[in-house]
């Protein structure tokens, strides 16, 4: 009779009907909440402090990724460096400790030895030594400034941009000349208001002539400025500061997608170096951004997980208001649920219709919470521009999606109950 | 009261055989129905009388695919009601039945129209011509100029002819109505019982249960229960009969 009607077929009309019912039920939805706003309010208000604490964490914990991101960053993708301790916790640091010292002189060694290798995956070894000073212009003084020797190449092996002037040139690198290259907070600190070219410097009584101020580079981690540092030649570093030539070497490489085969070739040039004997380890290390990334990405996302546990229990209270509103909801219309039943609404209608209740519920809920957090951030922002905070689309949509989990999973339970009432048990409930 | 033709029968729609309906109370059991046997065929118009918990309602829901039996054999146009999952039944009691309440449980928040368009929504029925059945009907009982009106807009007559329109509007192939004017004043109830004969005499079939013997008097054949079984049931309205089963102590 009713396949007459339509004329099409069955599993069409089960399409079909199903679209009806879910229309039918956003608005019964809608009505349900127009109806008892108050109610609904509350409730919701559970949803929209879940969500916003869930938000900020998340735009937190993307701050969090962006900063560790450009931390790793000024170690470059393409550089190794040698030295004496790994990158990573070890746990028989004796070992460590006693190896030999690498000394600056294993630059120029290795370099020979590059120019020998046809077809070297390394491009080329810069050795760098640094000291803490605090260095002086005139009254004012900046302390635990980061001393650094090098040679003029290290520029190839660097991330940073200039804010004005230049490194020191190749001239100025052999010759140890007395000039330096400072960094942002260095020139911010001694010279707030004049350029800092041409100024020269004292740091341990000696003056250096400033050639470049580098533009600003943030923190490591938070943990210490990247920006108060002075790089100077080599040769000068090493008369001035320390007689000792220990060093960390920087090696380049030519193909940072060939860094395995690099790293094997350097630790084999390395070897060379020390003169090992086959049988003998390897007394020294050699490190690079990935292996750094992967000692401190587990620390990072146990952060990560522990914040968002923490700021997901207050979802999850939210979500026990919107489970504990639809049990109300489906006990205050038993009757109703009777007559539908009675007019044909199978199982799945009054599953679907109660679900779709409670995630309208949530996904108001996390509308306006979004949009709470969206303009916390916004303030956070401007009140401390230095707090890592990320707001992406990517976070809009997951919030959105955890909001319709969220209704899902505390609607299924009363849903599930209503969809199961035996209807003549429901049409007789008063 | 002015008793129009009665029409010829059609076809068998229910056939039930020795149905019984227990309810489990703890330790206790009612049995509810101990056997009742019934025929129905298309465009009857019975009413089912007896004392208050004789079984009527029990019997009622039975028919309509709300309840299913404890024993016995239901045949609903020639296919076995107690096989059928609950998807099926509800399917049946969409097409095929329209009930019609005392209480008439109709939604408060929505209008007559969208009351009366809810089986079509859960018969999949495009939103068109959804609208379009339902004013139909809703003309039809008489309720042309009441359609954008909510529940507690109407008279109790009123309401209970929405909820009227709402059982016939998937063209179902019979209904049952449970004491359709126990909550109305006699005046109103008396046009309910027209619309009835008017439903009749367009070739409906009904079933509907009632106390009263002026209501049960539309209907031309009587069914009596008592305490679970059908006592009497014959054509047409006996009034002396009537009273002699509700009178035996
Ligand atoms: N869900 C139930 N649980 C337990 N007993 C029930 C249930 N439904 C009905 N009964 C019992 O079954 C018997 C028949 O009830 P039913 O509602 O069919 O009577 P009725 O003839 O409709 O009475 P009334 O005229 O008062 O409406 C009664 O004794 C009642 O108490
Ligand atoms: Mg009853």
């Known amino acids: ?430 | 009261m002015s008793q129009n033709s009665t029409r010829p029968v059609g076809p068998l729609v229910i056939d039930i055989e020795n149905i019984t309906k227990d309810y489990v109370m703890g330790k206790e059991t009612v049995h509810a129905l101990r056997g009742v046997s019934l025929q129905i065929h298309k465009n009857e118009y019975i009413a089912v009388m007896g004392p208050s918990g004789s079984g009527k309602s029990t019997l009622m829901n039975m028919l309509g695919c709300l309840d299913t039996p404890t024993s016995g054999r239901y045949e609903f146009s020639g296919k076995n009601v107690a096989e059928m999952n609950d998807d099926e039944l509800a399917a049946i009691r969409n097409r095929e039945i329209g009930f019609v309440f005392q209480t008439f449980n109709l939604l408060p928040r929505s209008t007559s129209l969208r009351n009366v368009e809810l089986p079509l929504i859960y018969a999949g029925i495009d939103p068109d011509a959804r609208e379009e059945m339902a004013i139909h009907v809703l003309h039809e009982v008489g309720l042309g100029d009441r359609m954008n009106h909510k529940p507690n807009e109407l008279s109790g007559g009123q309401r209970q002819r929405v909820a009227v329109a709402r059982a016939l509007v998937n063209k179902p192939s019979i209904i049952l109505a449970d004491e359709p004017t126990g909550n109305l004043d006699s005046k109103t109830g008396e046009e309910i019982m027209t619309l009835f004969e008017d439903l009749y005499q367009r070739g409906n079939t009904i079933i509907l249960v009632t106390h009263e013997r002026d209501i049960a008097a539309h209907a031309r054949r009587t069914v009596h229960l008592r305490d679970g079984l059908i006592e009497t049931d014959h054509a047409g309205f006996i009034p002396e009969l009537d009273l002699v089963a509700l009178d035996r102590p």
């Open chain 1, 1 to 430: 009779m009713s396949a007459g009607r339509t004329g099409l077929g069955p599993v069409f009309r089960d399409m079909k009907r199903f679209l009806y019912e879910l229309s039918e039920s956003w608005k019964i939805a809608a009505s349900q909440m127009r109806s008892n706003l108050t109610r609904s309010t509350l409730t919701a208000l559970g949803v929209i402090i879940g969500i916003v604490a869930v938000t900020l964490m998340g735009t937190a914990i993307g701050g969090i990724q962006v900063g560790f991101d450009k931390s790793m960053s000024i170690f470059g993708d393409d550089v190794l460096y040698v030295g004496q301790w790994p990158w990573k916790k070890v746990d028989d640091w004796w070992n460590y400790r006693d190896r030999k010292k690498i000394k600056t002189e294993y630059a120029d060694a290795l370099n020979h030895m590059i120019a020998m290798t046809p077809n070297s995956n390394l491009m080329i070894a810069i050795p760098t030594s640094s000291v803490i000073r605090s260095v002086k212009y005139a009254d004012s003084e900046v302390g635990n400034v980061l001393v650094r020797g090098t040679v003029s190449d290290y520029i190839i092996t660097s991330t940073f941009d200039f804010k004005e002037g230049r490194f020191f040139n190749d001239l100025e690198s052999r010759g140890g000349a007395n000039v330096c290259v400072v960094g942002y907070d260095v020139a911010d600190a001694l010279f707030p208001s004049a350029s800092p070219i041409d100024k020269s410097v004292l740091i341990n009584g000696q003056p250096f002539k400033i050639v470049g101020v580098i533009a600003r580079q943030g923190s490591f981690l938070g943990l210490f400025s990247l920006d108060s540092i002075v790089v100077m030649p080599l040769p000068a570093f090493q008369k001035y500061f320390t007689a000792k030539s220990e060093a960390d070497i920087l090696v380049k490489v030519k193909d940072k997608t060939k860094l395995a085969e690099a790293k094997d070739e350097l630790a084999g040039l390395m070897r060379r170096v020390r003169g090992l004997p086959p049988e003998k380890k390897d007394d020294f290390s050699i490190n690079e951004q990935q292996a750094l990334k992967s000692t401190l990405d587990p620390i990072k996302n146990s952060i990560a997980v522990a914040g968002l546990f923490i700021t997901g229990l207050s979802l999850f209270v939210g979500a026990i208001g919107i489970m504990n509103i639809t049990f109300v909801s489906v006990k205050e219309r038993t009757k109703e649920i009777g007559t539908r039943k009675a007019l044909g609404a199978r199982r799945r209608t009054i599953l679907l219709q109660f679900l779709i209740e409670s995630t309208a519920l949530c996904l108001l809920g996390g509308i306006i919470g979004l949009g709470f957090a969206f303009a916390m951030c916004f303030l956070i922002g401007i009140a401390f521009p230095s707090f890592p905070i990320q707001f992406s689309t990517g976070l809009v949509v997951i919030s959105m999606m955890v909001s319709v989990m969220t209704g899902l999973i505390s609607g299924f339970a009363p849903a599930w109950t209503a969809s199961r009432l035996d209807p003549v048990t429901a049409l007789r409930y008063e």
